[in-house]
Every structure is written in structure tokens, then in C-alpha cells.
């Protein structure tokens, strides 16, 4: 795939899981903050594998990105649910 087509599909998945967590009750967003946050671990560990084959500097560059993204993230949702625990 080109990196139209995969910024294509990373705008629409963003939007759809906008969609999708924006209908979820109040009461239910720590236990969804959690497994989410699992998840992403599971995401990161993935990212890390990808950049030892990817090829070309943006590619690296992007893969880069989204790991420190997505670790940022994880450390942030257990800060938060921890405070809310």
C-alpha cells in the first residue's frame, strides 16, 4: 500500500474510534482506560518489532513517531487510572 492509502485508513480508524468511545457512559471509562491500555502495550511491542525492518528514513521516522505516541500514551493511562483507583 502507498502512504496515501495507509493515512487514508488511519484518518477513518481515528474518526470511527472517536465515534465509538464518545457513546460509552461515564461509569464505564476507567475499566475501558485499562484494557485499553493493555492493548496499546501489545500495540508498542509490534512497533518495536516493525522498525527493525522497515525500510527508508520516513518509514523509520513515522514508526518512530508513533512509538513514542503510543508510549506516551500508555504511561499517561495508568497515570490517570491509578488516580482514578
Given at each position: 500500500m502507498d502512504l496515501i492509502t495507509e493515512f487514508?485508513?488511519?484518518v477513518l480508524a481515528a474518526?470511527?474510534?472517536?465515534?465509538v468511545i464518545s457513546k460509552v457512559p461515564n461509569t464505564l471509562h476507567t475499566p475501558l482506560m485499562s484494557a485499553t491500555n493493555a492493548i496499546h502495550g501489545i500495540i508498542l511491542l509490534g512497533g518495536i518489532?516493525?522498525?527493525?525492518?522497515?525500510?527508508g528514513f520516513l518509514n523509520e521516522l513515522i514508526l518512530v513517531i508513533a512509538i513514542a505516541f503510543g508510549t506516551i500514551n500508555v504511561i499517561g493511562g495508568f497515570l490517570v487510572t491509578d488516580r482514578m483507583l
Open positions: 487514508t485508513i488511519l474518526f470511527v474510534g472517536f465515534e518489532l516493525v522498525i527493525g525492518e522497515a525500510s
